[in-house]
């Protein structure tokens, strides 16, 4: 309608032309105006079907374009986050296997140089306060020469580490006489941190130990020659837990316990392994 008001016919005709012509022009723009508000009177329109069936293939076009255009979307996006995911986590995986293999090397020389660095045991003296022998019976109502002996060793504990402390224990020291152990101490666990020094003494005692046959060597007034044994165990935290470090010094000495001279440090300086 706005069509046909918009576009009026200027040229001039007789009357009947006008009137015929305004009867197809009404006929047909009510028929147009019928046919777009019933749709169902599209089927009737050549004209007008055909113009509604390209709507719909352009429609349906457009819509199948945009949903392709959506599929390949998509999959651009997915491909590229799959492209930029793997790179990420094998760079993770480079990341972590480089920081262990690091940690390994650094530990390994760590430990390597720890070894190096053992610690040292300097052995002073042993003092023999006192030392008796007599007659008994053992625990089995046994008759045998009993010892009691009572004694002090003096050595010191050096920590030459440079970078690391170490906990330091002992196994028990023994007095042994031909093969029968006369006396023992023990030493208290410490702590030693690293290029330092500690001075120890250890009571080393025994009391109504049966000496079964021994008791004649050591019943006289003479020397008496004992063997003085033990093992010192030092654990060093090079890296903390993860690196740790073991040392064992083994110490034998000689001794030699002189009755006329109880109560006087003997000297073990060159007396020991």
């Known amino acids: 309608m706005e069509t046909f008001h918009a576009n009026p016919v200027v040229i001039p005709r007789s009357r009947s032309d006008r009137h015929s012509h305004s009867r197809q022009s009404s006929s047909s723009s009510s028929n147009w105006f019928s046919g777009l508000l019933m749709p169902d009177s599209w089927n009737m329109s050549p004209a007008v079907g055909t113009r509604s069936g390209g709507r719909r293939r352009r429609s349906e076009g457009d819509k199948e374009r945009n949903e392709a255009a959506v599929i390949e979307e998509e999959s651009l996006l997915r491909g590229v986050e799959e492209n930029e995911g793997v790179p990420y986590r094998c760079h993770v995986l480079r990341f972590v296997l480089a920081f262990f293999v690091l940690l390994s090397f650094f530990a390994l020389v760590l430990w390597g140089a720890s070894r190096t660095q053992k610690p040292r045991i300097t052995m002073k003296s042993i003092t023999f306060e006192s030392f008796f022998v ?49 006396a023992s101490g023990n030493m208290s666990h410490f702590h030693q941190s690293k290029q330092s020094q500690r001075e120890l003494n250890v009571v080393v005692m ?64 060159n007396s020991c392994q």
């Open 206 to 269: 025994g009391k109504q130990v049966a000496l079964y046959g021994g008791g004649p060597g050591v019943s006289g007034t003479g020397p008496v020659n004992m063997t003085l044994s033990f093992t010192v165990r030092s654990k060093a935290y090079v890296l903390g837990k993860v690196v740790k470090s073991k040392f064992h010094n083994h110490v034998r000495c000689s001794v030699v316990m002189d009755r006329t001279e109880l109560g006087r440090a003997v000297s073990l300086k």
């Open 134 to 182: 007599h007659a008994g019976v053992d625990a089995s109502n046994v008759p045998t020469s009993m010892a009691t002996l009572n004694s002090t060793v003096e050595f010191t504990y050096r920590n030459t580490g440079s970078f690391f402390a170490v906990d330091v224990t002992s196994t028990p020291l023994s007095l042994n006489y031909f093969g029968i152990t006369v």
